[in-house]
C-alpha cells in the first residue's frame, strides 16, 4: 500500500477528478479493479472457518493439519518472487488466469482427498496458484491507472479495496459456514467455481490498456528466453537489498514473528468454537465475520488518528504487546468461551489497526522501483514464520490442547514488540538502493 497522508474529509471521487487522466477512463478502470478484487476475495472465502474442520473430519491430527498449511507456505516462500517475476514477464492478466486455473485444480484435488499425503500435494499446487495471483491483479490495476494519468495518491483506493475484499471474504465464509452443515466438503467445490469465474472475469475485466512503444497493447516486456535469468536476478537482488537495510529487515522479522504466532491460531479457533458451543458449523462462518469486523474497525480507528512518524514504531510495540496479552488470555479462559471470544475480538481490533501502520512504514522504506521485490521479500519472511510456527503449535496442540498453543503463540507474539521497539528512531524514510547501483 502506497505512503501517503490520508486525506479523510475527500471522497474518492474527488481524487480521481483532479486527476490529470481522461476522467471516463479512470472511472471504468477503478471499477474494474474494484470488481476484480471483490471476486478473488469472494472466491476464497467459501474455506474460511470450516477449512481446519474439513480436514479434522477426514482423519487428520491437528500437527497434520498445521503441516498441510505449513507446506503452503513453504511453496509460497519458494515461488513468490519467481511467480512475480513471471508475471512482469508474461503479463498480469495471463498470470492471473493461470493462478486461478491451478487453484481450481488444487480445490477439486482436495474434494476427492482422504489421505495426508494428498493433501499436501494439494495444497503445494493451491500454494503456487496463490502466488501466480498474488500482486497480479494490484500490478495490472496500478499500472492501469497510472498509465490513465492516476496522479493522486492510492491510499483511499487501497482502503476501499481492503472493505471490499472484507466484505467479499464475510459472505462466501458464511455462505461456506452453512453449506458445510450439510457436507464439509461442498464449501471446496464453491471455492473452485468462484476461481473458475474470477478467472473469467479477468478476460474481461483485466484488459492491459497501456501500450509499448510499438503501440502493442499488453506487451511481454521480456523474451521467453530470457525469463529464468530475469527471476534469478530478482531473487538475487531482492535479498541483497532487504539484508542491506535495517528497517526493512526488522519489520520483516516483526511480520515473520506474527505469522508464526497467529498461523496455528487461524486453524485453531474454529475447532475451539465448535467444540466448545455444539451447535452447528454454521456458527463458524459468523464468528469469522465477527473477528473481520473487528480488524475493520481497528484499521480505521488507526486511519482517523494522527500518529506521528517517529511515534510508530512505539505505537506498534505497544500493540503488539496487548495482542500478545489478548492471545494469552484467549488460551487461559478457553474453558469459558464467551470470555475468549470477547478477548480474541479485542485482539482482533489491535491487529486491524496495526497492519495499516507497518505497511505504510515498510512501503516508506523503499523506492518505487523496488518495490515489488522487496514487498516480496517481505512476504518470504512472513511465509517461512508461518511454517514453523504452524509445525511448533500443533505438537503443542496434540501434547496440550488448543489453549496451550494460543499461549505458547501469545510469547512468540511478544517477540515481534522489540523488533519495532529496535528501531522506533528510524521513521523517516531510508531508500534502499536500487538494483541499478
Not at 535479498?239 to 487461524?266: D, E, H, K, N
Amino acid at each position: 500500500m502506497s505512503a501517503g497522508q490520508r486525506n479523510v474529509e475527500e471522497p474518492p471521487a474527488a481524487a480521481l477528478e483532479r486527476t490529470e487522466g481522461n476522467g471516463a477512463a479512470l472511472r471504468d478502470i477503478t471499477r474494474r479493479y474494484y470488481a476484480m478484487w471483490w471476486a478473488y476475495a469472494f472466491a476464497g472465502g467459501f474455506l474460511y472457518g470450516v477449512y481446519p474442520l474439513f480436514l479434522r473430519a477426514r482423519g487428520l491430527d491437528q500437527f497434520e493439519i498445521n503441516s498441510v498449511l505449513a507446506c503452503y507456505f513453504v511453496v509460497m516462500f519458494l515461488t513468490d518472487v519467481p511467480t512475480g517475476a513471471f508475471a512482469d514477464a508474461m503479463g498480469r492478466r495471463r498470470s492471473f488466469i493461470l493462478g486461478c486455473a491451478t487453484r481450481v485444480t488444487a480445490f477439486m484435488v482436495y474434494f476427492f482427498a482422504h489421505h495426508f499425503l494428498i493433501f499436501v500435494i494439494a495444497e503445494c499446487i493451491d500454494g503456487i496458484g496463490t502466488t501466480l495471483c498474488n500482486g497480479a491483479i494490484d500490478a495490472w490495476g496500478v499500472d492501469a491507472l497510472d498509465a490513465a494519468g492516476f496522479a493522486g495518491v492510492k491510499d483511499r483506493l487501497f482502503s476501499r479495496i481492503s472493505q471490499l475484499t472484507n466484505f467479499g471474504f464475510m459472505g462466501a465464509a458464511i455462505i461456506g459456514a452453512y453449506v458445510a452443515d450439510i457436507n464439509l466438503a461442498l464449501p471446496w467445490l464453491l471455492g473452485a467455481a468462484g476461481y473458475s469465474m474470477a478467472g473469467m472475469g479477468a478476460i474481461y475485466l483485466m484488459r492491459e490498456d497501456h501500450r509499448d512503444e510499438a503501440g502493442r497493447a499488453g506487451a511481454v516486456r521480456i523474451k521467453l528466453g530470457g525469463l529464468f535469468a530475469h527471476v534469478a536476478a530478482r531473487v538475487v537482488t531482492g535479498l541483497r537489498q532487504g539484508f542491506r537495510s535495517r528497517t526493512v529487515l526488522m519489520l520483516s522479522s516483526a511480520s515473520a514473528l506474527m505469522f508464526a504466532a497467529w498461523a496455528p491460531y487461524w486453524l485453531e479457533w474454529p475447532q475451539l468454537f465448535n467444540d466448545r458451543y455444539g451447535v452447528g458449523i454454521w456458527i463458524v462462518g459468523w464468528f469469522y465475520c465477527l473477528f473481520t469486523v473487528a480488524r475493520m474497525i481497528g484499521a480505521e480507528v488507526v486511519a482517523r488518528m494522527t500518529i506521528e512518524a517517529a511515534d510508530r514504531g512505539a505505537w506498534l510495540a505497544a500493540m503488539v504487546a496487548g495482542a500478545s496479552l489478548l492471545l494469552f488470555v484467549g488460551g487461559a479462559m478457553a474453558y469459558r468461551p464467551t470470555l475468549a471470544l470477547a478477548s480474541l475480538f479485542v485482539m482482533n481490533l489491535s491487529a486491524g489497526a496495526m497492519q495499516p501502520l507497518s505497511q505504510s512504514w515498510f512501503n516508506e522504506q523503499i523506492e518505487a522501483e523496488d518495490r515489488a521485490t522487496l514487498l516480496s521479500f517481505s512476504s518470504t519472511f512472513s511465509t517461512l514464520g508461518g511454517s514453523l510456527g504452524l509445525l511448533a503449535g500443533g505438537r503443542v496442540a496434540d501434547a496440550f490442547g488448543i489453549p496451550a498453543a494460543w499461549e505458547m503463540g501469545a510469547l512468540i507474539l511478544l517477540a515481534a514488540a522489540p523488533c519495532y521497539w529496535a528501531i522506533r528512531h528510524a521513521s523517516a524514510p531510508v531508500a534502499v538502493a536500487s538494483a541499478a547501483s
